[in-house]
């Protein structure tokens, strides 16, 4: 073998209970696992009081860029994860000119020189990324490349050619059709363009993944859509971060759960992520009523510059709460937290709630939230605290959610170390195994590692991975069950978290003990259209 992993209690993934075995891993293949004590090897890992597991699958990734940036992704695979599906409301394997982040790019002195998935995939292999990646296809991407950033119904041809999107998308290596629906343009789509396209998608095998609607004061409409969706067009549904979200309705994740559990009942395959903790994080421009954002990000800033304008949108989101997922109602201004803003901003803001801010500036902190809006020309990102701890120890317990960490992977320093982000970049996993397995003991240990990884790669169809089983790819979490936990917080987010002590992904250590390797020998993870043969 190249790789011995000795005497851990290995914990296979598929839900049963864990061995004290060996692993034994040739090149980028599981080999062997039992009693290899005779064996030799080229590496030996001492597990001895340490679980193995698969590598972790992050559901809901958001690193499409950062990898390109810095390809060890060091606060994902530092917490164990080595595969991530990316493409939420955007994926930059499907950017065209007409809708590269070029702004983005540059300012990480990068550029845009990639035409297709195919072409993502090179120039990320290129680089070399410690994570195997894959995609979705965003239905706001075909939106904004067919009808553009109208709110209004698309016509027959621009259905017929945002079907091609999906198609097309999905014959590249795509895994499903993802929606991302109180961001405009994707708030635009009405339920019968979200049927048809999803019915492209699953003409190739594929899955639909859905931010909902609305997660707060619209929540239960917004579920039963989703469920309509998968019902009606006859796929697979995965319900993105699933949360009650405002704090008018908090502790009814319960009869969330029961709609999504009856649905399941009557043989609807649907399912759900989570990352385990209590605010969200977006842009802060998302607190904007949709009609107010319509056309793009500095249209509405413009509108904001006048004050007819300005105060249409106050007396909205303080007054309506049907139609649009309203942030600010939801969290309370109390509740938003700057999280990041450009660098050419006023950093003295990053960090504080919104009514702080004003408070020192000596203002209403609707004019200081208004304030922020424009002088970011709307490229402020925020933290909205608003779901409580009782429902997000809720989810855990049913047997439909997986993880995910809706986050990018970044670093403590440079370019990615700037702003606050939220803490679920560094310590969505290893908070759900510290907190809810090991203090609260809201899952146990087997039942959290099943959704991380084999559910995981189940949902989402991903072959040869999510398992410790001989022949199947070597992706390979070594942790310590009594340390492991997140240090990353609100206040302080840049830490990485406790106990993962060992990833290997493809066969290759990345991480030890003492940190990062330097490997990259993350690969592209492809959908079943354009899926060879893996064995």
């Known amino acids: 073998f190249d790789l011995v992993i000795r005497g851990g209690d290995v914990i296979d993934g598929t839900g049963s209970a864990g061995r004290m075995t060996d692993v034994g891993i040739k090149g980028d293949r599981i080999a062997a696992i039992g009693n290899l004590t005779e064996r030799s090897a080229g590496q030996v890992i001492d597990a001895t009081g340490k679980v193995v597991s698969p590598g972790f699958i992050d559901t809901q990734g958001q690193s499409g860029t950062t990898l390109l940036v810095d390809g060890n992704g060091e606060s994902h695979v530092r917490q164990g994860i080595t595969s991530e599906i990316i493409g939420e409301g955007n994926s930059p394997a499907f950017w065209t000119p007409r809708s590269a982040d070029t702004q983005t790019l540059q300012r990480f002195g990068l550029e845009f020189d990639w035409q297709s998935l195919d072409g993502y995939f090179q120039a990320l292999e290129d680089r070399g990324t410690s994570i195997n990646v894959g995609t979705l296809v965003p239905a706001t991407m075909a939106r904004r490349e067919v009808v553009g950033l109208d709110d209004r119904k698309a016509t027959a041809e621009e259905m017929r050619r945002m079907e091609e999107f999906v198609e097309n998308g999905m014959r590249a290596g795509g895994f499903g059709l993802s929606s991302a629906l109180i961001y405009p343009p994707g708030s635009f789509a009405d339920t019968e363009e979200l049927v048809a396209l999803a019915r492209a998608a699953g003409r190739y095998k594929g899955i639909y993944v859905t931010h909902v609607r609305g997660e707060s004061f619209n929540v239960e409409r917004a579920i039963a859509e989703a469920i309509h969706i998968g019902e009606t067009a006859g796929l697979p549904v995965v319900i993105y971060h699933l949360k009650v979200a405002a704090r008018q309705f908090w502790g009814s994740m319960p009869r969330i759960g029961g709609m999504i559990r009856a649905a399941r009942e009557r043989g609807v395959a649907v399912s759900a992520t989570q990352y385990p903790y209590t605010a969200g994080g977006t842009g802060l421009i998302a607190v904007l009523p ?121 670093r403590p320093d440079g370019e990615l170390g700037r702003g606050q982000p939220h803490p679920r970049a560094y310590g969505t996993f290893p908070r759900v195994l510290g907190r809810y397995v090991r203090e609260q003991k809201v899952i146990t240990l087997r039942q959290a590692i099943w959704r991380m990884t084999a559910m995981a790669a189940r949902q989402f169809n991903i072959p040869m991975r999510g398992e410790l089983r001989e022949g199947l790819f070597a992706d390979v979490v070594i942790f310590d069950p009594a340390t492991v936990i997140d240090r990353a917080t609100f206040e302080q987010p840049h830490q990485y978290s406790l106990g993962i002590e060992y990833v290997i992904v493809n066969g290759v250590v990345t991480v030890t003990p003492q940190g990062h390797t330097g490997a990259r020998a993350g690969r592209r993870l492809v959908g079943p259209a354009a899926r060879s043969t893996e064995s």
């Open 290 to 410: 949709g009609w107010a954002q319509e056309g793009g990000r500095l249209q509405a800033v413009e509108r904001l510059k006048n004050p007819a304008l300005r105060a249409r949108i106050r007396r909205e989101i303080e007054t309506t709460i049907d139609g649009w997922e309203n942030l600010a109602q939801a969290a309370g201004l109390d509740g938003i937290q700057i999280a990041s803003v450009p660098p050419d901003a006023d950093q003295s803001v990053l960090g504080k709630r919104l009514t702080h801010i004003a408070e020192q500036r000596g203002e209403d902190p609707w004019d200081t939230l208004f304030r922020l809006l424009v002088d970011t020309e709307g490229q402020a990102g925020a933290l909205y605290h608003m779901m409580s701890e009782e429902d997000v120890r809720t989810a855990p317990g049913f047997n439909f959610v997986m993880i995910g960490t809706e986050a990018a992977a970044v």
